[in-house]
Structure formats: structure tokens, C-alpha cells
């Protein structure tokens, strides 16, 4: 028999900087109607709940902060959207590896050059790597000439960062994206003087 434990309810979640958990004595409180208004925090409170609405400091920094008076569920609605846009725009760059052998024949080679030029367009990083295997080892020389050979068929796709690097063995090289310029705008003509007015009198 297990001995007995306690129930223990689950605490319930605490809304920070919402109505009577705002620990500011006054706020900048505002309003639908558009009316802003310093104001001590319980009565700006009291008048948001009249409204049906929740006291929501948006501004905690602010001096006082600023508070607005919503809807908690539509606020939380919102808050959700904006984080979730943010993180859509947000490109996240990954390493992707291709592992290639000191033999690798042409068809191979083009295969795995096509999926890097892929990777970079796609904003990636691309990880070379040839393994040897046993007595390949003595021909270390085979996997560095490969690693060139790859990175110059992807010069005009990314740029190199360094040269191969033997570590055990495995030799590497590592291929960044090219940063994309942003458009120059042309600069606008400058407008042609006036021509065929009145002269001017004598």
C-alpha cells in the first residue's frame, strides 16, 4: 500500500498586469472612447470592469504605465497572432550536410551539387564532407581536390569559409549563401526648366 498523499488542487494562473494584479498605485488608462486619463489603478479598474472590459497595462515601463481597457480573451487572441507572425517571417538558417567518398562518380557528384545549389537558394548552409574508409586514408589528397572541385562549381551559389579541413577521417568544407543586395533606388531626373513662358516686360 502506497501511503496517502495529500490532494492538492492545481494553483490557479495568475494574470499579470491585468486588473487587480497590477501592482503600478496609478496608470495611464485608456479608454474605447478614446479618452486617456491618470488615474489611480482601482478606480481605473472599476470603471473598466463597468464597461465589461479588463484593466491590461501595455506599457509597463511607461511612467506611469499605460493601460488600456479590452477584452482579456481578445487580448491574449492578439498577443498569439503577433508571435505567431513573428516566428513565420523569422528564417531560421540550417546546416545541411552532404557526405561524399574520395571515388565519387560524376552522377553522384552532380546529384548532391544540384540538392547544394538547392540548399543555398533556399537561404542554407551546405556541410561537405568526404569520408575515407580504411586504406582511403592515403588519399587524403583525393578528398581535397573533390571539396575544390565542389566548392568552385558552387562559387556563383555561396561563398566559402576557409579551405577543407581534415578532422579524423573526414575532411570538410563549409558553404554560406550569397547575401542578397537589396534594390538601389535610381535617383528621380531633376525636372527640365520651364521653357516658352511670357518674356518679361521691358
Do not use: C
Not at 463597468?50 to 482579456?72: C, F, N, R, S
Not at 545541411?96 to 560524376?106: A, H, S, V, Y
Amino acid at each position: 500500500m502506497y501511503p496517502n498523499r495529500p490532494f492538492r488542487l492545481p494553483r490557479p494562473k495568475i494574470r499579470e498586469n491585468v486588473n487587480e494584479a497590477i501592482r503600478a498605485r496609478e496608470v495611464r488608462a485608456v479608454f474605447p472612447d478614446g479618452t486617456v486619463e491618470v488615474m489611480p489603478t482601482p478606480a481605473a479598474v472599476r470603471k473598466a470592469k463597468d464597461l465589461g472590459l479588463d484593466l491590461i497595462v501595455i506599457a509597463p515601463t511607461a511612467e506611469p504605465p499605460v493601460a488600456k481597457a479590452m477584452d482579456y480573451g481578445q487580448w491574449q487572441y492578439e498577443q498569439k497572432k503577433k508571435s505567431h507572425d513573428a516566428k513565420r517571417k523569422q528564417h531560421v538558417i540550417h546546416v545541411k550536410e552532404l557526405k561524399f567518398r574520395p571515388n565519387t562518380d560524376d552522377h553522384d557528384y552532380d546529384f548532391k551539387k544540384n540538392h547544394a545549389i538547392r540548399f543555398l537558394g533556399e537561404g542554407n548552409r551546405v556541410k561537405a564532407v568526404v569520408q575515407f574508409r580504411g586504406r582511403e586514408i592515403a588519399h587524403v589528397d583525393l578528398g581535397q581536390k573533390l571539396l575544390l572541385r565542389f566548392a568552385g562549381d558552387l562559387k556563383p551559389y555561396g561563398t566559402v569559409e576557409g579551405s577543407p579541413r581534415l578532422e579524423g577521417r573526414n575532411a570538410h568544407i563549409l558553404i554560406s549563401p550569397l547575401k542578397k543586395d537589396l534594390p538601389v533606388k535610381k535617383a528621380s531626373p531633376a525636372p527640365a526648366p520651364a521653357t516658352g513662358g511670357p518674356e518679361n516686360p521691358r
